[in-house]
């Protein structure tokens, strides 16, 4: 069996993509994500990697361009206002098809905000991070472990269907510190990339990687041929974890450190004989529609929970389409739900007495 190791989120993340064979990284500190940063300063030249600190995020996102477009495992990392500087660059990525993983250990907002979690980055990453046409695939841990295992699942369905990804942490996972496994190192620079500007040795055509398309209908149709890739994307990868929901009554909605509070208050509302389950969204893109539909049948009341001021509860009542309530309960500035508050919610959904 596999050591477990103690590590805080964020460092147990650059381990992880080190491991998942990402060997450029390119940054700019910012709180609550710095420690990536810093582990990759130390970490990435006694491998052969590159590490190197930009003169801001909008240089660094455009380096994770230029390795991405050579076939390399690039990534970058961030938080909330470095993010937003950073949208540019994605939507370049996006629109030049090519993977790359872009980290965002959320802060509460808007503007400078403060350095405490939040999840206030939700439409953001899910809905406009860039100018365009164009999604990102998106991944939300609840554990330590996941921000380890989803930095390889990343990569994988990034250089799959050629579209960047987004591992959507925030500053309570990023500087919490729980066991984890390290995958097993992989070597990715045997793996062939035909789409990659990375030289040709006369064996196929030069690949050219481009964004800007002059005529319009050539741009059309390769944006339709990219909405057709993300159609299989809705249809091959949406994941979430479903948590006493054969029964419940009442379901809540919640992902990340937002998940790990309510399935506290969802086992304290069994135990008060309160039928309660948990939908969490592993993916936020694609979000997982078919695990909510088949319990739209079943469940009375739908409860959103989040570290914002309503922003999934949206994609939630899409889903759902009116046909059963969907309620909202949530924190911001960087202040996390207790359990005890999420419990009264469903108390309340459930007609007892608070």
């Given at each position: 069996?596999?050591?477990?190791?103690?590590?805080?989120g964020?460092?147990?993340?650059?381990?992880?993509?080190?491991?998942?064979?990402?060997r450029h990284?390119f940054?700019?500190?910012?709180t609550?994500q710095?420690?990536?940063?810093?582990?990759?300063?130390?970490?990435?030249p006694?491998i052969?990697?590159?590490?190197?600190?930009?003169?801001?995020?909008?240089?660094a996102?455009n380096?994770?361009?230029?390795?991405?477009?050579?076939?390399?495992r690039?990534?970058?990392?961030?938080?909330?206002?470095?993010?937003?500087?950073?949208?540019?660059?994605?939507?370049?990525?996006a629109?030049?098809?090519?993977?790359?993983?872009?980290?965002?250990?959320?802060?509460?907002?808007?503007g400078?905000?403060?350095?405490?979690?939040?999840?206030?980055d939700?439409?953001?990453?899910?809905?406009?991070?860039g100018h365009g046409d164009?999604?990102l695939?998106v991944?939300?841990?609840?554990?330590i472990?996941?921000?380890v295992?989803?930095?390889?699942?990343?990569?994988?369905?990034?250089?799959?269907y050629?579209v960047?990804?987004?591992?959507?942490?925030?500053?309570?996972?990023?500087?919490?510190?729980?066991?984890?496994?390290m995958p097993?190192k992989k070597?990715?620079e045997?793996?062939?990339?035909?789409?990659?500007?990375?030289?040709?040795?006369?064996?196929?055509?030069?690949?050219?990687?481009n964004?800007?398309?002059?005529?319009?209908?050539?741009?059309?149709?390769?944006?339709?041929e990219?909405?057709?890739?993300?159609?299989?994307?809705?249809?091959?990868?949406q994941?979430?974890e479903e948590?006493?929901?054969?029964?419940?009554?009442?379901?809540?909605?919640a992902?990340?450190?937002?998940?790990?509070?309510?399935?506290?208050?969802?086992?304290?509302a069994?135990?008060?004989?309160?039928?309660?389950?948990?939908?969490?969204p592993?993916t936020?893109?694609?979000?997982?529609?078919?695990?909510?539909?088949k319990t739209?049948?079943?469940?009375?009341?739908?409860?959103?929970?989040?570290?914002?001021?309503?922003?999934?509860?949206?994609d939630?009542r899409?889903?759902?389409?009116g046909e059963?309530?969907?309620?909202?309960?949530g924190r911001?500035?960087g202040?996390?739900?207790?359990p005890?508050?999420?419990?009264?919610?469903?108390?309340?959904?459930a007609g007892k007495?608070?």
């Amino acid at each position: 069996m596999a050591e477990k190791v103690l590590m805080k989120g964020n460092e147990a993340l650059a381990e992880a993509a080190i491991q998942a064979g990402c060997r450029h990284y390119f940054g700019y500190p910012i709180t609550p994500q710095t420690e990536i940063a810093a582990y990759m300063a130390k970490r990435m030249p006694k491998i052969g990697g590159t590490f190197l600190q930009a003169e801001s995020e909008v240089a660094a996102i455009n380096m994770v361009l230029g390795a991405a477009a050579a076939g390399k495992r690039a990534m970058t990392s961030s938080s909330s206002p470095g993010i937003s500087l950073k949208s540019e660059g994605v939507s370049y990525i996006a629109g030049s098809d090519l993977p790359a993983l872009i980290i965002n250990v959320e802060r509460g907002g808007p503007g400078l905000g403060g350095i405490q979690p939040s999840q206030a980055d939700y439409w953001q990453a899910t809905k406009a991070l860039g100018h365009g046409d164009f999604q990102l695939f998106v991944l939300a841990p609840s554990t330590i472990q996941e921000m380890v295992d989803f930095v390889t699942l990343g990569f994988e369905v990034g250089e799959k269907y050629r579209v960047p990804t987004m591992i959507l942490s925030d500053g309570m996972l990023g500087q919490m510190m729980e066991p984890v496994v390290m995958p097993e190192k992989k070597d990715t620079e045997v793996v062939d990339k035909p789409w990659a500007a990375c030289g040709h040795q006369n064996k196929r055509e030069k690949n050219v990687v481009n964004s800007l398309y002059i005529q319009p209908e050539v741009l059309e149709n390769l944006v339709r041929e990219r909405y057709e890739r993300y159609e299989l994307i809705k249809e091959n990868e949406q994941r979430a974890e479903e948590y006493l929901t054969e029964d419940a009554d009442i379901i809540v909605v919640a992902f990340g450190g937002s998940a790990r509070v309510s399935r506290n208050a969802v086992n304290a509302a069994r135990a008060e004989g309160i039928k309660a389950g948990l939908i969490r969204p592993i993916t936020l893109w694609p979000f997982p529609e078919k695990a909510i539909r088949k319990t739209v049948a079943t469940a009375k009341n739908y409860l959103c929970v989040e570290m914002n001021m309503g922003q999934m509860v949206d994609d939630v009542r899409l889903v759902v389409n009116g046909e059963k309530p969907v309620s909202f309960y949530g924190r911001t500035g960087g202040i996390i739900p207790t359990p005890q508050e999420v419990l009264d919610e469903i108390r309340k959904l459930a007609g007892k007495e608070v």
